[in-house]
């Protein structure tokens, strides 16, 4: 009901960080390319094994003056994994506390997400690209009611044969095989490329193998060949960024990177410990949640080069009004759970789905609280428990109150300065192109 919503956006209205005015609207006009890294954690950034980096590309555009990385980024993904991870970047909620949100709602659900808002407030044309089935995850629906106008999902691409894995078209022929469609898009656009290959359980043919990569030998399967898959990723995006730059696209876009959650669970990551240089006897829950740690990636090339590894903590929902302040986009009408990365009023508490959190201090596992500093549970002062109790409070709180936006579809009910609802019937993404 009406009230219900008030209560929320009373929340998100109180907790609304405003931009920093050196990096609003730094991205303004810019098409947005959007790069979906399955299954990708931070702690591939930067790897090496037998002395060579896992993902070479990648590392190359982390460190560059043109990209504003983060290191301390978290997923905040529930059981609706890669959906979760959407639905919290295109919309600034978060997923439900059981099952997908995409899948269960997502089919009525009315949403002010990215594709309808940068349409509205800046002309944007949106798309996604994905190798997969229209089906899956219940995209083909959800994706109308966000306001995608096209989706290219598996129809659209030669999938036979080896030309895909488990969940479809790999990754080198997803990017380039799409460049025909993106050159029919009108600029600016919003794009999404939601890669598969570098997921469980991490299958690759041997032609698609680099023969100088070596992976580890722990002996442990997943472990082994997820090193080898995210290589593979590494390398089809590079190819598709030689394309852009090839094609001038890349000077007038910017790239956002991200993981969208582990790719090791919590039950192999003992056998990972070694390769990081960790001791397996000793694991906790407090490494579990350290891990747990994905890529967040702003590239903008020719935009004066001020590009560094941000150290601020931040989670998925704090995606999109980052992205939208970048794009000179504002965010105050909006309802939002998140926060834009760069503000200084960013708060850098990191709820998980399931209520645990993480603080630059402090790491919360199932009650017990963790000194990050030492990894072992804090000895914690009055005013520090205190404190925590304040942020457990507000994980719950923020946690209840998008999912009381959701599941009771507030939204129908919420009109935002010069929003227009989204008709999901002015899309059609049957695959007429054929
Ligand atoms: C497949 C995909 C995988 O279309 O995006 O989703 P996940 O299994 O990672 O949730
Ligand atoms: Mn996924």
């Not at 089906?135 to 999902?153: P, T």
């Not at 001020?306 to 995606?319: F, L, Q, R």
């Amino acid at each position: 009901t009406k009230s219900e919503l008030t209560k929320v956006k009373k929340f998100t209205d109180k907790h609304y960080a405003k931009p920093d005015p050196q990096m609003f609207g730094i991205a303004k006009g810019r098409n947005v390319i959007v790069i979906h890294l399955e299954s990708f954690q931070q702690f591939l950034i930067d790897k090496k094994i037998n002395d060579q980096e896992v993902t070479p590309f990648l590392n190359s555009l982390y460190h560059s003056n043109d990209t504003y990385a983060f290191d301390n980024f978290f997923h905040q993904v529930g059981q609706g994994k890669t959906s979760d991870a959407e639905n919290m970047l295109e919309t600034s909620t978060f997923g439900l506390p059981q099952g997908s949100l995409f899948a269960t709602l997502g089919s009525d659900n009315t949403f002010q997400g990215a594709p309808a808002i940068l349409k509205q407030r800046a002309g944007y044309t949106s798309a996604v690209f994905h190798g997969n089935v229209a089906s899956f995850w219940n995209r083909n629906n959800v994706y109308k009611n966000l306001g995608y106008q096209y989706f290219f999902d598996a129809s659209y691409y030669d999938t036979s044969g080896d030309k895909s894995t488990g969940y479809g078209l790999k990754d080198k022929l997803l990017f380039k095989d799409s460049i025909k469609y993106l050159q029919t898009l009108q600029q600016p656009f919003y794009t999404k490329f939601i890669t598969v290959t570098n997921h469980f359980p991490y299958d690759l043919d041997d032609e698609d193998k680099d023969p100088n990569f070596q992976t580890t030998d722990t002996g442990d399967a997943n472990v082994d060949n997820y090193f080898v898959t995210a290589h593979y990723l590494d390398q089809s995006l590079q190819e598709f960024f030689n394309y852009l730059k090839k094609s001038g696209v890349y000077d007038h876009s910017i790239i956002m990177i991200y993981g969208d959650h582990y790719g090791i669970s919590n039950s192999e990551n003992t056998s990972l410990a070694s390769v990081l240089g960790k001791n397996a006897d000793n694991w906790t829950d407090f490494d579990n949640t350290q891990l747990q740690r994905v890529p967040l990636m702003f590239v903008i090339p020719n935009a004066g080069g001020h590009g560094k590894i941000e150290h601020t903590y931040g989670g998925e929902v704090d995606v999109l009004p980052t992205l939208l302040h970048l794009l000179g986009i504002s965010t105050k009408r909006y309802i939002q759970f998140g926060t834009d990365l760069f503000s200084k009023q960013h708060s850098q508490l990191v709820a998980f789905r399931n209520q645990d959190f993480v603080t630059p201090h402090f790491t919360s596992v199932g009650g017990t609280i963790y000194d990050n500093r030492t990894g072992k549970v804090a000895k914690l002062t009055a005013k520090q428990k205190k404190r925590l109790k304040k942020e457990q409070e507000f994980v719950q709180k923020e946690l209840s109150l998008s999912d009381s936006l959701n599941e009771k579809n507030l939204l129908r009910f919420y009109h935002p300065k010069g929003f227009k609802p989204v008709n999901p019937a002015d899309y059609n993404y049957s695959n007429g192109l054929k």
